[in-house]
């Protein structure tokens, strides 16, 4: 089973991604998410040296929950930024957010939540992989950013990933 199925949860994952983008619940579109949820895996698995450690998969839908929740907020107030604050107010910053975090998934998922969130973006990461370069749309304090960052975020997948 293992063979035919490499990383069951991308094959599932991409299965109910081909269901959502379809929008329909037909034959025709469970055959095509059944290939492209078994092909897929098959094809890149050469290029996946170790799977990901998932030891706490409720903390990662919790996790997922806490994402959506916060990029809906990060909308308001990104909105109100643009909107309503003068431009000579507005105090961008590049903030350096030292990783604690060793599993390369567990970073990658830290920076794309990063970038996912309005008003974020991570930019670079070190060439150690010890640090996350990352840009602020308003940032009056860099290190309350960093912190928060590092407890709302980095904190939830270390205890998800390690």
Request: glycine share 4%; aromatic share 10%; proline share 7%.
């Amino acid at each position: 089973m293992r063979r035919l199925f490499p990383h069951p949860y991308l094959t599932l994952t991409l299965i109910v991604l081909w269901f959502l983008l379809v929008n329909q619940w037909k034959l025709g579109s469970l055959v095509m998410a059944a290939f492209l949820g078994t092909a897929i895996p098959l094809l890149t698995s050469a290029w996946w040296p170790d799977r990901a450690r998932v030891k706490h998969p409720l903390g990662l839908a919790a996790y997922s929950a806490l994402v959506l929740w916060d990029v809906i907020v990060a909308n308001f107030q990104v909105a109100r930024i643009v909107l309503f604050m003068p431009r000579d107010r507005i105090q961008s910053n590049w903030i350096t957010i030292p990783l604690d975090l060793r599993s390369p998934e567990a970073i990658s998922l830290l920076a794309g939540t990063i970038t996912m969130t309005p008003g974020t973006l991570t930019s670079d990461m070190s060439a150690c992989g010890r640090a996350l370069l990352v840009h602020a749309l308003h940032a009056p304090d860099p290190d309350a950013v960093r912190d928060e960052i590092k407890a709302r975020y980095e904190a939830r997948l270390k205890r998800i990933f390690e």
